[in-house]
C-alpha cells in the first residue's frame, strides 16, 4: 500500500480558500448591513417626491406619481416661511463653532502627546467625563445666563455651547493623531528657530491632516444636528435648521413629504461634506489604531 503525501503547495491552497471564504461572507455582511442602513434614506427620499395623499397611504404605494410639490412648499412656494434663514444660522454656528475647536483642539493636543504634560491621562479623562453630563441637566442655568445676559436668539451663543460641547471629543481624538507626528521632524523645526505657532501650523497640521479632518467633520456634524440648545435658546432671529424642521409637525397633523423633503435638504450639507472628505475621514479615524 503507498501513503497519499500531501505536498506544501497542496497544504496551502486549503487555508487560502478558507480566507477566501471568510471574505466573501464578511463582503456579503458589509453589504446586507449598508443596505439596511441605506434602505430608511432612500425610503424618505422617495416619499419626498410623492404628494402628502399618496405618502399617507397605507400601505405605501410604490407606483404612486412623483412630484415636487413638498419641495416647493418647504422653499416656500405655498406662502410658509422660507427656510434660508435656519440654513444660513445652521452654517454660521456650524462652521464657526468648528473653527473655533480646531483653533483650541490642536494646541491642547499637542501639550497631551508631543510635549506631554504631567498625568496627562487624567487631563483626558478630565476631558472625557464632561460628556458625561446630560445636556439638560445644564439646559436650565444656560437658559439664565442668557436671559440675564440678553443673548438669548443669539446665534453667537450657539457658536459658544457648540464649540464647549466639541472641545473635549476634539482634544480626545486629536491626541492619537497628533501622537503619531514624529518628534525628530519637530526637533529639527525648533533647531530652525521656529516658534510654537510654526510648528502648529507648518510642521504638525500638515501631518496630522487626515485626523484634523476627521475631527472638523465630526464636530461639524455634531453641531448641525443639535437640536435641544436650539430649541430652547433661540426663537425667530437664531434659529437653526433642525428647529425650523420641527415646525412642520402641527395641531394640523404631519405633512410628511414635506417633512421628508425638510429632512432630505436639510441632511444634504452634511451628507456633502461626508462625501468629499470621505477619504480624509478614513485615514484619520484609522490613524491612531496602530502603534
Known amino acids: 500500500m503507498s501513503a497519499t503525501t500531501v505536498g506544501p503547495a497542496a497544504a496551502g491552497r486549503k487555508p487560502v480558500r478558507v480566507r477566501r471564504k471568510a471574505g466573501a461572507g464578511l463582503g456579503l455582511v458589509a453589504w446586507l448591513a449598508g443596505i439596511v442602513f441605506f434602505l430608511p434614506i432612500a425610503w424618505m427620499a422617495l416619499t419626498s417626491f410623492h404628494s402628502e395623499e399618496d405618502a399617507a397611504t397605507n400601505p405605501p404605494s410604490f407606483a404612486a406619481s412623483l412630484t415636487l410639490d413638498g419641495y416647493r412648499e418647504f422653499f416656500g412656494a405655498g406662502g410658509g416661511a422660507s427656510p434660508w434663514p435656519a440654513l444660513v444660522n445652521s452654517a454660521v454656528a456650524s462652521i464657526a463653532s468648528t473653527l473655533l475647536v480646531l483653533v483650541l483642539a490642536l494646541p491642547a493636543?499637542?501639550?497631551?502627546?508631543?510635549?506631554?504634560?504631567?498625568?496627562?491621562?487624567?487631563?483626558?479623562?478630565?476631558?472625557?467625563?464632561?460628556?458625561?453630563?446630560?445636556?439638560?441637566?445644564?439646559?436650565?442655568?444656560?437658559?439664565?445666563?442668557?436671559?440675564?445676559?440678553?443673548?438669548?436668539?443669539?446665534?453667537?451663543?450657539?457658536?459658544?455651547?457648540?464649540?464647549?460641547?466639541?472641545?473635549?471629543?476634539?482634544?480626545?481624538?486629536?491626541?492619537?493623531?497628533?501622537?503619531?507626528?514624529?518628534?525628530?521632524?519637530?526637533?529639527?523645526?525648533?533647531?530652525?528657530g521656529a516658534r510654537l505657532p510654526t510648528i502648529l501650523t507648518r510642521v504638525v497640521a500638515p501631518i496630522a491632516l487626515p485626523g484634523i479632518a476627521a475631527t472638523s467633520l465630526i464636530c461639524f456634524i455634531f453641531s448641525w444636528n443639535e437640536l435641544l440648545f436650539a430649541r430652547v435658546l433661540t426663537g425667530v432671529v437664531a434659529e437653526t435648521a433642525p428647529v425650523f424642521l420641527t415646525g412642520f409637525i402641527t395641531s394640523q397633523g404631519l405633512f410628511l413629504a414635506k417633512v421628508c423633503a425638510a429632512s432630505l435638504v436639510i441632511s444634504l450639507p452634511v451628507l456633502a461634506a461626508g462625501f468629499a472628505a470621505q477619504d480624509k475621514l478614513v485615514q484619520g479615524l484609522s490613524l491612531g489604531a496602530v502603534k
Open 109 to 192: 493636543a499637542y501639550a497631551l502627546s508631543i510635549r506631554p504634560v504631567k498625568r496627562w491621562t487624567d487631563v483626558l479623562f478630565f476631558f472625557l467625563s464632561t460628556k458625561m453630563l446630560p445636556v439638560v441637566a445644564g439646559l436650565l442655568p444656560i437658559y439664565l445666563f442668557a436671559k440675564n445676559t440678553g443673548l438669548l436668539d443669539n446665534i453667537w451663543l450657539l457658536v459658544i455651547l457648540y464649540t464647549s460641547m466639541n472641545l473635549p471629543i476634539a482634544v480626545w481624538m486629536m491626541q492619537s493623531f497628533l501622537a503619531e507626528v514624529p518628534v525628530a521632524i519637530i526637533e529639527a523645526a525648533r533647531v530652525d
